[in-house]
């Protein structure tokens, strides 16, 4: 098993010393012998996964050791910092056991380093503490309302943007070749590939994301990844594991268009479409239609799971959930009966 | 019948001197008769509402005569405001009669101290001007393209967030046990009872609110009141007495899960579920099945209003919009026609 | 044909002075040739559509010539300005060939000059780079990741809340009579009439809008225009040509309601109703009725475009979606075959 990660960090304490979040500018995924040896002599570490505080005294030592340029850079630029610094080691992915773990982890995704639901992030909640994001900072939401009177008094507003577990990915990363028209809607921790763009009314949960390029305009919650060339409609939806959508992962192949206002309950193969307004669930009745619209079967939705060039509507003249493929009818019943 | 209301304050003026808005950090809800005396004779209150500007002659006064340490420590604080400072009486729960007012009475429900349709808003809106809430503060909208200028001048923008009668909740008050993904959605006036979460896609008005605990990922319009434990799904509806839903007063009871991008027109009692995609009006017509699954009656949705139990779907073979409940035919029967 | 436009504006330049945005607090539409006059002839124009970078002493010289008070103030202040300042003149409404005239033409259209659809756009999106907008002002994306960590260092945040080709309209104006409860959903080069309302769920496009007075709680997509008095509901969507709608463009007359979840992928005339959650795309089969709810014709929707006085429902009990009229069977049939 390779080391899984080392990240240089700056974040945020409460008044306790508590880590409340971890910015790193730059993570490193899978560092190999030599990488791990110049950051682990200057700080004293040696196995397992642990956030080490650094003091101008190991960041010297560490800018001795590092060779690499642009971690060199950062260590020089930490030195001048206001805020406390951090050295993270996960020698293995495990069950996440610190806050600054669990930023790192956020990081690795948005990195792009890991895709969703290739990353353990067992127990990631506990180790989100919930924080107020505002203008100046992260802010313990304990301390909050005392720093909301003082910034008043002085006829300043104190801009809370948030009050969450996660905080957004702009303020942490930029990945390339990506646009957010309004950063609000996509967490740290989401998986933007290049050539996406996020839609003012789309929203990307962490752990969650699209290969790029891809327009998102609807929601991907926590765990879906959608692939290549597909489009994502206003407000459509995707059930996630945290919200309804029970154990199935859904996923939305290639080339494929969600209608707006549109929604799915089962993953989706390649080349597939939903009408604009129409909402699959995995319990849903499908009438199967072939290559002549004849109909073949009636199914449940989730019988139809991950499957390419699945075009859904409603028959607007009655009522009736329909899927229409360009396959015929023999070849439909035996992928239909497959499982069975 | 008790004293409503009294709140210390700290807002802004135009440069006309008109209160645009105010922040009152600890509003206090049907105060005794000791506390009014206290509050009410270093600035020569007797009755009726009214709202009266503090001068540090007057806050010294307060803080010799208040007893309460909250209070004491906030007008101590109070006396180095750059900002004019305000204490605001309202002995009933009158119609609204000035900008101090409004704000009181919507910082009251955003403090849990009222639940949302209450108290009398009766007035709200002209006493609410239209605010631009910016980063410097709220601006007059008259006065903010002179603003906006300068701002730019000087290499700076001036981030302008809201247009708008109401300013966003978490700049005033951060409720106890919430999360509010992304604060722009929740307007001042909003009850969000401990544990409510408030996700990207959630949305809650004025005068309305969550009892907690709860999951809110949909829009609680003005004057609609979610139950504990629900669950209102992503882009899910409340239709409002101000947008269309005429007179009937929307609730969600307990245990209720409204799926996503559904909506409903009519009050649901506790344990109902509506599928996601669907929207129930009042006028939509509704076969009612019995715990067998057995029609039982074709009604319109208002009929069912307020029932508990209820699973609303549009059956997938049909078009056809059904109720199901674990009730049996004869009780269905008895429950429907118990207004004939 | 007239001179199109002038344009005084303060903008921002990347580091390799290339500008990335401009504002202008005051464009000119349709100079007079005297007004032409005074502008040009301080800074050497003569011809055609471009953007001059302007200097203290050509500001000095625009001083003198300029004679209207609003124009001459704004050169007075953009002497002081620490921020590059610009003179933008567009002799025609040609293909857009820099960033300046791109800006210019969406603030032509959210300071009401122009209507939307009504000015050539033709390569705007070449010259409008993908810029971070941030709390210190617009930053290019290739820079950004240097200046979240210096901020970070020195314990600030920098705040991201942005990245897109578009900046907010709120940012750059606030037309007269609006509300935009949530400024990050309209872009600049929105049109927003007298009495538009914007709510948090609403959404502008660039070169889409509301006539005013309207009620806009769903989302205008670009090329999209409301007619007065008009709701478009809560998450209500309007199908775009850049977004699957083809080459149709989408209006909504006037006295129109969209309800909640529904959307059109057809024009609609004066006077229609499409109810909550149902959404019309061209090729919906719709059942024609008359003004006695008799069946007329089934019809695809596009042949429906344009229409006044027509409610879009599905059937609750069928699941078929009809079209119900106030006109009388043998005046549908003339309707619906006039272009036969």
Known sequence: MSFFSIGLGVGTQN?????????????????????????????????????????????????????????????????????????????????????????LKLHLLSHRAVKPNKVNL?????????????????????????????????????????????????????????????????????????????????????????IGPGMIEGRLSQGVIMEANSDLGGSASTMGTLSGGGEIIISIGKDCLIGANAGTGIPLGDNCTIEAGLYITASTFVQVLDNEKNPVEMVKARELAGQPDMLFIRNSKTGQVECRTNKQARELNEILHAHN
Chains 1, 2, 3 share one sequence.
Request: charged share 25%; proline share 6%.
């Open 15 to 103: 008044r306790s010393g508590q880590w409340i979040e971890v910015y790193y500018p730059a993570p490193i995924f899978q560092p190999d012998d030599e990488t791990i040896s110049q950051f682990s002599s200057p700080v004293g570490y040696h196995d397992g996964n642990t956030a080490i505080e650094l003091t101008d005294d190991t960041i010297d030592k560490l800018i001795s050791s590092v060779e690499d340029a642009a971690q060199k850079d950062i260590l020089k630029q930490f030195k001048a910092s206001e805020q406390p610094r951090v050295i993270t080691f996960l020698a293995a992915d495990d069950e996440i056991a610190s806050t600054p773990e669990a930023y």
């Open 122 to 210: 067992d127990g990631i909640f506990p180790q989100l503490p919930n924080v107020a994001w505002t203008s100046e900072g992260a802010i313990d939401v304990e301390e909050l309302p005392a720093r909301q009177l003082t910034a008043r008094l002085r006829g300043e507003v104190l801009e809370v943007q948030s009050i969450d577990k996660f905080p957004k990915l702009a303020n942490y990363h930029a990945p390339s070749g990506v646009r957010i028209a309004h950063t609000a809607r996509v967490r740290l921790g989401a998986y933007l590939g290049e050539g996406t763009t996020v839609m003012h009314e789309g929203f990307v949960n962490f752990n969650a994301g699209a």
